[in-house]
């Protein structure tokens, strides 16, 4: 399935869900999502399900995109979400030019959940970081552009990843990531303010 063009505003749950549900369900396979400009609201949300047969996540490309949530007034959920479920797999998912801007809250989230979130790839990537009552990115905020909860997340790879100078803090691997690769990661260093990015 290929999914092009699409600007949402004032989603709250996300902009673009892929979760299969149905009992006959397959695997979802060789998704294409291009030009997703979500505004206001959660981004892209990946979730496997554990209550059908099949229901894996794989091999995806994820393009072109501006996933941008919250403003100075208020927080919303995250621009990318991964969430994996008991005995399910999301691999081979593509992300490759992506920009997010978040206020209060992290980039990206990924949850294992009993399951595991591998192989994907995670390239070109910039973005702002927002706290409430700001209306530019600020320095002072204590969120993260990667956060992954425990769990097998193993041999991902992320390259060219928030090179643009990200605000805030940096990366959190759980209990269970390993072999994951980072190359080219640059957070503003703020220390003469008093921030050290982690």
Avoid at 127 to 143: F, H, M, Q, R
Wanted: hydrophobic share 35%; net charge negative.
């Amino acid at each position: 399935s290929t999914f092009k063009n699409i600007a949402a505003t004032n989603c709250p749950s996300s902009a673009v869900l892929v979760y299969p549900t149905h009992v006959e369900s397959g695997d979802v396979d060789n998704i294409e999502l291009d030009h997703i400009w979500s505004v206001l609201g959660a981004g892209i949300v990946f979730k496997t399900n554990s209550s059908i047969a099949r229901g894996n996540i794989t091999d995806g490309t994820i393009t072109n995109c501006q996933l941008t949530s919250g403003d100075e007034n208020r927080v919303d959920s995250y621009p990318i979400y991964l969430q994996a479920s008991a005995g399910k797999q999301i691999f081979g998912l593509k992300f490759n030019r992506i920009f997010t801007k978040v206020t209060d809250n992290n980039h990206i989230v990924i949850n294992p959940n009993g399951g595991s979130v591998y192989g994907n790839t995670f390239d070109l990537f910039t973005g702002e970081t927002w706290k409430l009552g700001s209306t530019s990115p600020a320095y002072d905020v204590n969120k993260e552009c990667l956060f992954v909860l425990d769990g097998q997340f193993f041999n991902n790879s992320f390259s060219n990843f928030y090179t643009t100078g990200m605000q805030g803090q940096g990366i959190i691997l759980g209990d269970g990531s390993v072999g994951n690769t980072f190359d080219g990661l640059v957070l503003n260093d703020m220390s003469s303010l008093g921030v050290n990015n982690k």
